[in-house]
């Protein structure tokens, strides 16, 4: 059963529903698609000034040291009510568990307190135009220079870039072989830096995504995080918590709520609203999956096959009910869902992020013909 953290949810609850806050997320969306990303910039700030933007951080680090379930908890909270989290993603879930787990203590000091904040954005520069969502084809290059490194390569689906301050960005150095996975290594490197070029990338997507261009980006020995080898194994421990749905189940729930609202309002829908408590029971299901996966991982023992399991069934399914939200709805839509549009943009996206559906099941795949359990094997 899910851990629900009800004095911290409610906590977030009261929060979001301040009227400087509302009146921030009830406007976030109406933002040109290309223009200044969606950061809800004053509502992350509040909930860094509570500890709530990352409550499972050690204080010392801006958090409440409250365990990775109150993290979950808060990061499902804001997906039911519609906050947009890239940001939060990228900074709190992706750079700020790798730094935390992997990072000196100088490297902590200096970023995760402002992370935790919400005074400072990160980016994830992971994902290459040749290479998708298999890093194994990654071409960004880090060699070894008198002070430091220098990067170069192009990163693409960059989101929340032009709002960030630092990325995390992969790149191979020497060394690794035939191993495509081997020799990874993790920077952190400033956005502002003159090498570093930011392109806005047209997409369908509600939160606008970037191409960044390494231009031979000089940092210096301070910026490697952990050892120019371990990159890979690091960066697959930072996806761990995005990787258990929980936000996508968040997303799913409150779609099929708005929708249900919207049927009812007008009498009832057409054909296919049948489907309406199968989807129900199934989205049920998901945030239970998504819990028993943060359970796990909280307990250390979530598998890499378990967790993309929970991650592809959660992305696959808010994309199925934001598709059937459209079929019954229609471009005129409902008063009674105001997410509709944002819905069907973001969808398509979400079995993409953190790794598409057809990763995910090659990793669930590959783990069952090893004669492995899902749910045994650690990351």
Not at 363 to 375: A, E, F, H, K, N
Request: glycine share 10%.
């Amino acid at each position: 059963m899910p851990v629900e953290n009800s004095d911290l949810r409610n906590e977030v609850r009261h929060l979001l529903a301040e009227p400087e806050l509302r009146e921030e997320l009830n406007g976030i969306w109406r933002t040109p698609p290309h223009g200044e990303c969606p950061v809800p910039r004053l509502t992350y700030r509040e909930l860094g000034r509570r500890g709530l933007l990352a409550p499972h951080w050690p204080p010392e680090y801006g958090g409440r040291g409250a365990g990775v379930s109150a993290g979950a908890a808060v990061a499902e909270e804001l997906a039911l009510h519609g906050v947009p989290d890239s940001a939060r993603v990228n900074t709190i879930d992706n750079a700020g568990t790798t730094l935390l787990s992997f990072g000196t203590e100088r490297q902590r000091r200096r970023h995760c307190p402002e992370m935790a904040a919400g005074r400072v954005i990160f980016s994830v520069l992971y994902t290459e135009p040749d290479a998708g969502s298999d890093l194994g084809g990654m071409a960004t290059r880090a060699e070894r220079v008198a002070d430091g490194w220098r990067l170069t390569g192009t990163k693409t689906w960059n989101a929340t870039t032009a709002d960030a301050r630092y990325s995390i960005c992969a790149a191979r150095v020497a060394g690794g072989g035939d191993n495509a996975y081997a020799a990874t290594a993790l920077f952190v490197v400033p956005l502002d830096h003159p090498a570093v070029r930011i392109e806005a990338l047209p997409t369908v997507n509600p939160e606008p995504f970037f191409t960044v261009h390494l231009d031979g980006v000089e940092v210096d020995d301070e910026a490697l995080i952990g050892s120019p080898d371990a990159g890979w194994s690091m960066l697959t421990e930072a996806l761990g918590l995005e990787r258990t749905g929980i936000c996508f189940a968040g997303r799913a729930r409150r779609w099929l709520d708005q929708l249900v609202r919207a049927l009812e309002a007008r009498g009832g829908g057409p054909g296919g609203a049948y489907e309406l408590p199968r989807l129900d029971a199934e989205v049920t299901a998901a945030r239970l999956l998504g819990w028993r996966a943060v359970a796990d991982l909280s307990d250390g023992r979530l598998g890499a096959a378990a967790a993309a399991a929970a991650k592809w069934w959660n992305s696959e399914l808010a994309q199925r009910v934001a598709r059937l939200a459209w079929e019954l709805l229609g471009p005129q839509g409902s008063p009674a869902f105001p997410d509709l549009m944002v819905a069907v943009r973001e969808a398509p996206g979400l079995t993409l992020a953190a790794g598409t559906s057809e990763m995910q099941l090659s990793t669930v795949v590959t783990d069952l013909l090893d004669g492995g359990d899902p749910w045994e094997e650690p990351i």
